[in-house]
């Protein structure tokens, strides 16, 4: 199976993270996102334990929220010591709601409005991440103000093409993030941030894409960002104590994916900055990373009933779900893959062949197409494997549709970390 918190039980029920998905479906009702809170705890102890093995004690793994970002994931963060990125005031207003320590936040975004500026000040932010010239000036100006000095990190373009889907991918020249080295505009940004007396510059940030399984992206930003803190310190005469190189490892979607070692991964990127440093007789700066996907994706799991079926003869099979694009738009907008399962018929044999259809008004509410399933009947239990990220954050309430509720299960006990919504919920903000 594509992760090993699926098993199969002898009643020929999937199981998840220990427990029966007919069972989950029939208390918690469908659809409903299952999140396995061990998974994300291995996971965000992988990061841990190697970023400190590989760079010490000041090397931090933030997790980035725009993955799934609900208060319970926040806890959770906490209590693994990890930082996180924010994008938004509402992230950090949900963060800081469960009570994660501002000082471990990083505030991202290239848009980032003067209002957003003072709401992350006035909660305590640790660093901003500025991303260009104008906000440069903002983030001065409302530090003066407050007679504060505001830790900063640069978001820098290292012109890498990671070979990622479009949408996903960040890192070239000709992106809306952060400020390019090929034109040399990156060496002015350092510049200016090191004139301006209500900054304190900590260091450089970039980000090449998501959902990578070919390291080479990453290893090169690694080696191309130590020599562009190499530059500056040559320039300028100022040394980064922090090189954060963004997250985007790769995930098991569907069983022809390679399996990433995480670990591994993270050590071969480790060996190439280390190698770099030495070289340039650099000290080797604290090592952040950004990992979203791969530290929430597997440990979600979507439970869904069918409804109708349509059998098109000669040309496809539609099989319709009690959700679709409002709950998991990610096929919808990338093609992406996913692994469909009857769960409750695990023993017979998954010889049919459909596209599994949301229950939107949009010939692309998708959830994939082309799945080898059990045939599947009127009250079958779908399970959509993976979905742990960028589902319930990508959630929309299209058509009116209530959001799922999320339900996590740790040491195979399960428990409502968010509701399922209302429709008094939905209606709530109008007049
Ligand atoms: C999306 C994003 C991440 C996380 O990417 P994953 O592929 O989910 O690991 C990290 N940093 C930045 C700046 C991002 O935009």
């Known amino acids: 199976m594509v992760c090993d918190n699926l098993t199969v039980g002898a009643n020929g029920h999937l199981y998840f993270a220990g427990l029966d998905t007919i069972e989950l479906a029939k208390e918690y009702g469908t659809p409903t996102y299952f999140m396995d809170e061990n998974k994300i705890r291995e996971k965000c102890r992988i990061y841990t334990k190697t970023l400190k093995e590989c760079f010490g ?32 005031p509402g992230e950090i207003y949900t963060a800081c709601a469960a009570g994660f320590p501002m000082e471990r936040a990083f505030f991202h975004g290239n848009n980032k409005s003067d209002e957003e500026i003072v709401y992350a000040m006035d909660k305590q932010i640790g660093y901003f991440i500025v991303d260009n010239f104008d906000e440069l000036a903002a983030v001065q100006a409302e530090a003066a103000k407050r007679g504060i000095v505001q830790k900063v990190l640069l978001r820098v373009t290292p012109g890498i093409d990671p070979h ?83 997250g985007g490892l790769g995930v098991r979607y569907v069983d022809s994916d390679p399996e990433i ?93 459909c596209s599994v259809a949301g229950k939107c008004c949009e010939s692309g509410d998708l959830i994939q197409e082309g799945v080898h399933i059990v045939t599947p009947e009127r009250g079958d239990i779908l399970a959509v494997c993976t979905t742990g990220a960028y589902n319930y954050s990508m959630s929309s309430n299209y058509n009116a549709i209530p959001r799922p509720p999320v339900v996590m299960i740790r040491d195979a006990k399960a428990y409502v970390a968010v509701e399922r919504e209302t429709f008094d919920d939905m209606i709530c903000c109008q007049k």
């Open 57 to 88: 004690d000041k090397a931090l793994p933030l997790y980035a929220s725009k993955a799934f970002s609900i208060k319970q994931m926040y806890r959770i963060l906490s209590e693994e010591h990890m930082g996180i990125d924010v994008v938004s």
């Open 164 to 246: 990622t889907h479009q949408k996903i991918s960040t890192g070239n020249v000709d992106s809306k993030f952060g400020v390019a080295m090929q034109t040399g505009q990156a060496l002015e940004f350092a510049k200016q941030a090191l004139s301006m007396d209500s900054l304190s510059l900590k260091g450089f940030h970039c980000h090449v894409g998501s959902q990578l399984f070919d390291i080479e992206p990453l290893r090169e930003a690694g080696r191309t960002m130590v020599q562009f803190t190499a530059q500056v310190r040559d320039r300028f005469g100022y040394t980064a104590e922090l090189i954060d190189l963004g």
């Open 261 to 353: 070692d995480l670990a591994a991964s993270i050590r071969e990127i480790a060996d190439v900055v280390k190698a770099e440093c030495a070289a340039l007789h650099l000290d080797v700066p604290a090592i952040l990373m950004e990992p979203g996907r791969s530290i929430v994706a597997d440990a979600g799991l979507t439970l869904y009933t069918v409804g109708s079926k349509k059998e098109i003869s000669g040309i496809k099979n539609y099989v319709s779900i009690d959700g679709g694009m409002t709950d998991n738009p990610r096929y919808t907008l990338y093609s992406s893959d996913y692994t469909v399962i009857n769960a409750g018929k695990m023993h017979e044999k998954a010889d049919y062949v």
